[in-house]
């Protein structure tokens, strides 16, 4: 009956054991979550950004285009009428 009283006890200290290890784990890998989950919302931000500024260039470079040709066309009809 002693026997069997050691062995539960040692049983349930290995149990105790196992579950600090793994509650130990839990935390770190919760931390490691939160962190990754902080990152990825700033570099979400980030990428709006980077995104809202890009829609700007695309409609100035048009317009930039648009005026060089303009200017283009100018110059050709000049040296014509010259």
Same mark, same amino acid.
């Given at each position: ?19 600090? /290890? ?21 570099? /979400? ?38």
């Amino acid at each position: 009956m002693v026997v069997l009283a050691m062995q539960l006890k040692e049983s349930g200290l290995v149990m105790s054991q196992s579950i600090q /290890n793994t509650r130990k784990i839990l935390d770190s890998t919760e931390k490691a979550v939160e962190h990754s989950l902080a990152s990825t919302g700033h570099a /979400n931000t980030r990428a709006m950004q980077v995104y809202s500024q890009s829609m700007k260039t695309p409609c100035f470079t048009w317009l930039l285009m648009f005026a060089m040709t303009c200017i283009f066309m100018m110059v050709v009809l000049l040296i014509h009428i010259t």
